[in-house]
């Protein structure tokens, strides 16, 4: 086995004298993060901030002059035009602007109004504000949404104090009314759990993707180019090269996809504080849970290697290889994505399914929940897996038929 090392060293020279090889695997992972959830962010950010200034056209029909001194900051900050019912409110016409964008509400008080709130009586009919509004657009939610707090406000209390004069008395019974502290909540958890729905998909597809490049070219690249044949007629041991390719496009995978989870872990924070309107998100691993990260990402690395190597192996060519390997990568992104929707409680079985599980067990460690043994689940299925196709790209390194593509 002493000529894995020059193989693996001849393999991270390839790679580290190629400037462009560099710039792709390290440099570009740290602009694309950073430039992505920065640019989230800060759009979030603005199209809140916009929905917030935006100054709405509001039609209402028949509002009670009552009702005015209740509407002076709503009318502040937005463009609203009282029309009266066959005067000068053209309903189809209104109705078309909110379906069209250019009015975000419509609103039609029943004749009366005042006169029937404050006449009721038990069993009467309960007077009904028709509003007219289009969800698909965010201005006109923004609108009604305001409408509604200022009814419901202070304008809906003055009724009911007037009707019932201590309003006290609807309330049988409150909630925390007295008690301040009752949200109890692990501020790094919850953390968590907003990167969990992430950071394991990202994880499990980076890696793959980086392993994915390179490991076609290492091996169905270099059988194209007939450099794999002189490589087998050294002296070299044929199961040492095989192994120092693999444990080079190992190293590439996990260096390349650290880069990616550090810029990551960096930005993500920052982009969702940005959409949230706060100035980050507090999260940190402790030693066990970086330990864990890492164990996981090794084996994952060591599996992916494997598979594509495998692939690489028994492909003639890098567009043959490629044609295989492009399906085992939409699984790959299936897999992680199934984690971003799970509410948690995850069976036993889960962690005996490849890839699946890596991404399960890297969600609970961010959010502090997984276990030893599911830990030991995870990674003894991918690395015996791993195993085991190493042994069959073992084999196929000594056959001339496969090789040599004969």
């Known amino acids: 086995m002493s000529g894995i090392k020059p193989v693996f060293m ?201 392993t994915m490049s390179l490991g076609s070219d290492a091996i169905a690249g270099e059988k194209e180019r007939g450099t794999m044949a002189s490589m087998l007629l050294t002296p070299v041991n044929r199961i040492s090269i095989a192994l120092g390719k693999m444990l080079a496009l190992t190293v590439f995978a996990m260096l390349s996809a650290a880069v990616y989870i550090v810029v990551l872990l960096v930005t993500m924070p920052l982009g969702i504080g940005m959409l949230s309107g706060e100035g980050g998100m507090s999260f940190a691993l402790n030693v066990g849970q970086i330990v864990m990260v890492a164990v996981i990402m090794l084996i994952l690395a060591f599996f992916y290697v494997s598979v594509v190597s495998v692939i690489s192996v028994f492909a003639k060519d890098v567009k043959e290889a490629g044609s295989y390997i492009s399906p085992v990568y939409i699984v790959v992104i299936i897999a992680g994505m199934m984690t971003m929707f799970s509410s948690g409680g995850h069976e036993t079985f889960e962690y005996f399914i490849p890839v699946y599980n890596s991404a399960v067990a890297l969600g609970e460690i961010f959010t502090g929940e997984l276990t030893v043994p599911h830990f030991l689940m995870t990674i003894g299925t991918m690395l015996v897996l791993g195993l085991v196709l190493s042994k069959v790209i073992a084999s196929a390194f000594n056959s001339e038929k496969i090789m040599f593509n004969s």
């Open 10 to 210: 001849k393999e991270m020279h390839k790679v580290f004298k190629e400037p462009k090889m560099i710039f792709s695997l390290f440099i570009l992972p740290v602009i694309i993060s950073v430039g992505m959830y920065g640019l989230i962010g800060f759009m979030a950010k603005n199209m809140m901030d916009d929905i917030e200034a935006h100054s709405s056209v509001v039609y209402i029909q028949d509002m009670p002059g009552a009702l005015a001194p209740y509407f002076e900051d709503y009318n502040a900050v937005n463009q609203v035009d009282y029309v009266s019912l066959g005067v000068d409110a053209d309903e189809d016409s209104i109705k078309t602007g909110i379906r069209d964008g250019s009015v975000d509400l419509y609103v039609v008080f029943p004749q009366n109004f005042m006169e029937d709130i404050k006449s009721y009586e038990a069993g009467s009919p309960i007077p009904d504000i028709a509003t007219f509004y289009n969800p698909s657009e965010d201005y006109s939610k923004k609108a009604k949404e305001d409408f509604e707090a200022v009814m419901n406000g202070a304008f809906k209390q003055d009724i009911l104090e007037e009707r019932l004069g201590d309003i006290q008395i609807l309330n049988v019974f409150t909630l925390d009314a007295n008690n301040p502290a009752s949200v109890i909540v692990d501020t790094n958890k919850a953390s968590g759990k907003m990167l969990a729905m992430l950071l394991p998909y990202l994880i499990t597809m980076l890696l793959f993707a980086g």
